[in-house]
């Protein structure tokens, strides 16, 4: 059963918590602040529920450091290369994209690419921190291998997200935030943490067939003995091998730009089947819309495609049509005067992190 977790005290505990396990205080509002605004928009794979087992357990195994060295190793005006050292996700990724817009104030565009990193949320978070500027914002990064080539049953490639947002003159900006895999690992542990099967035709084994065992997929996944499907599908008919190209274009920008790790070496297992960082790459991008024609008139024109594809003709079985960034706002305006609702398993999971950490003042609403 869930329960809500009001905004304030789920920010202050996983900030405490993120503090108790090295992460300096200001980064650690940072790491909460891109966890928590996963759950205000309904994306609850990648929210509050993974704050253990991929950021707190990482740090413990001593494959993430808690510090976050971010050093600039090349700079030209409108772009930079990073090395993150195998820091926290998060603050790399804000750090770059605010180095990112700042260029684009300055010279229209700006581009930071990243090395070294580790997991850094969704990638919605960064594209709104160009939004917020009245700039187009994109991002993007690989990740251990899940996805198989068409025609293929090896992954290879990582849920890989090709991220883009921009501001319309509307109470919500277009965002659009998915992986180019048909699925992303984070919502298959969402779906094994709450006993659901994955859905039919998502993922392929070495045999050709269809997985649907949330709990066991992610093992193969681990083990090499199941891939996920990319965007469209298996094969060409469902034309899978779109969703191909744009998770190798996600691979490339994330690698060849600042000579980075790709591809089988991100799978985050040593040569003796140890666990090792994984040194993940990112990209960021900035485009400032004054450099063009001007945030008023940007922000009309795209307002007004958003409002012409929603008013076109509907399907007889559907209610209504959706833009990028709308069912997240409406998530929000339901959940921001409540808080995070958070299953049985996140439950414990909070509650075993307190305990360890020694955060005694906290007592959840479901231990009353």
Not at 70 to 99: C, N, W
Not at 105 to 120: E, F, L, P
Not at 157 to 178: H, K, M, S, V, Y
Not at 243 to 263: D, F, M, P
């Amino acid at each position: 059963m869930k329960v809500v977790l009001d905004w304030k005290t789920a920010q202050e505990f996983v900030t405490d918590a993120f503090v108790g396990v090295g992460i300096p205080r200001a980064d650690a509002e940072i790491c909460t602040d891109v966890l928590l605004e996963s759950d205000r928009r309904g994306i609850e794979s990648h929210g509050v529920n993974r704050f253990k087992p991929i950021y707190i357990d990482r740090i413990l195994a001593k494959i993430q450091n808690p510090v976050t060295n971010f050093e600039i190793v090349r700079e030209t005006p409108t772009t930079a290369v990073i090395d993150g050292h195998d820091g926290m996700g998060q603050v790399i990724g804000y750090k770059s994209m605010k180095l990112a817009i700042e260029k684009a104030k300055k010279y229209g565009m700006g581009m930071v690419a990243v090395r070294n990193s580790t997991h850094y949320g969704i990638a919605g978070y960064y594209t709104s921190m160009a939004i917020k500027e009245g700039m187009i914002g994109m991002s993007g990064t690989n990740a251990r291998p899940s996805i198989a080539p068409t025609f293929g049953v090896e992954n290879m490639l990582g849920t890989n997200p090709l991220t883009i947002g921009f501001p319309t003159d509307e109470e919500f900006p277009f965002n659009l935030d998915c992986a180019t895999s048909i699925i992303q690992r984070g919502r298959i542990e969402y779906y094994s943490r709450i006993g659901k099967d994955t859905p039919e035709g998502m993922v392929i084994g070495n045999d050709g067939k269809s997985k649907t065992d949330s709990e066991q997929i992610l093992k193969d996944l681990v083990s090499g003995d199941a891939a996920l499907a990319p965007l469209g599908g298996i094969g060409e008919e469902l034309a899978g091998y779109k969703g191909y190209g744009y998770a190798t274009i996600v691979e490339v920008l994330s690698a060849a730009l600042q000579q980075g790790n790709y591809l089988r070496m991100l799978t985050g297992i040593g040569k003796d089947g140890q666990k090792v960082p994984f040194h993940l790459g990112h990209f960021f991008i900035a485009i400032d819309t004054e450099a063009f024609m001007g945030l008023d008139e940007f922000k009309k024109t795209a307002g007004n495609i958003m409002r012409d594809l929603r008013g076109s003709k509907i399907a007889p079985d559907a209610q209504r049509i959706y833009t990028a960034g709308e069912k997240e706002y409406l998530v929000w305006q339901e959940r921001k005067d409540s808080g995070v609702p958070i299953n049985e398993a996140v439950q414990k999971e909070m509650s075993k992190v307190r305990d360890d950490l020694k955060l005694t003042k906290y007592i959840f609403p479901w231990e009353k």
